[in-house]
């Protein structure tokens, strides 16, 4: 599907992550759009989630 054939490098996973944050996106989009009082929750919520995942990935070695 997405493989390098001359480096032998598989993209699945950035294109995974890229599809992931897409929806993970849409949802929060949604989420504000439908209830435009906790959009101040929502992003909270969001920042949070993005340092824990930056926190993960960085333990990780990515």
Request: aromatic letters at 4%; a negative charge.
């Given at each position: 599907m997405l493989?390098?054939?001359?480096?032998?490098?598989d993209?699945?996973?950035?294109s995974l992550s890229l599809v992931h944050r897409s929806v993970e996106g849409?949802?929060?989009?949604?989420?504000?759009l439908v209830h435009p009082g906790v959009s101040k929750?929502?992003?909270?919520?969001?920042?949070?989630h993005e340092n824990r995942h930056s926190a993960v990935n960085a333990v990780a070695g990515h």
């Open positions: 493989h390098d054939r001359s480096s032998g490098c993209h699945r996973p950035v849409l949802f929060d989009l949604l989420t504000v929750d929502v992003e909270v919520l969001v920042l949070s």
